[in-house]
Nanobody
Framework: VQLQASGGGLVQAGGSLRLSCAASGRTWSILRAGWFRQAPGKEREFVAATSWSSSTTFYRDSVKGRFTISRDNDKNLVILQMDSLKPEDTAVYYC????????????WGQGTLVTVSS
């Protein structure tokens, strides 16, 4: 599976950004797709995830009510809509997928930088 992330940029606090992740290759093998982020000097952390075949979604507590993950299976896209952004959301965001049978996320896209200014 190949993943291509896009949509990062600079935004003021309170603003919105939309990240996209295009999947190609063995997309039929995907169980779950998610977004992770890594801020400078910090470890990578989970942000949100969605089942590839159902409406089940997962969010870290700090983004609940502000971020929405969705997917377009026809286009093999995973979208992260980020609203009410805060400076602490500044990070490099990565999309990743977990295949059926895999114990963890096993394919990763390149990161896209999100910078939220105060």
């Amino acid at each position: 599976v190949q993943l291509q992330a896009s949509g990062g940029g600079l935004v003021q606090a309170g603003g919105s950004l939309r990240l996209s992740c295009a999947a190609s290759g063995r997309t039929w093998s995907i169980l779950r797709a998610g977004w992770f982020r890594q801020a400078p000097g910090k470890e990578r952390e989970f942000v949100a995830a969605t089942s590839w075949s159902s409406s089940t979604t997962f969010y870290r507590d700090s983004v609940k009510g502000r971020f929405t993950i969705s997917r377009d299976n026809d286009k093999n896209l995973v979208i992260l809509q980020m609203d009410s952004l805060k400076p602490e959301d500044t990070a490099v965001y990565y999309c990743a997928v977990r295949q059926y049978g895999a114990p963890q996320y096993d394919y990763w896209g390149q990161g896209t930088l999100v910078t939220v200014s105060s």
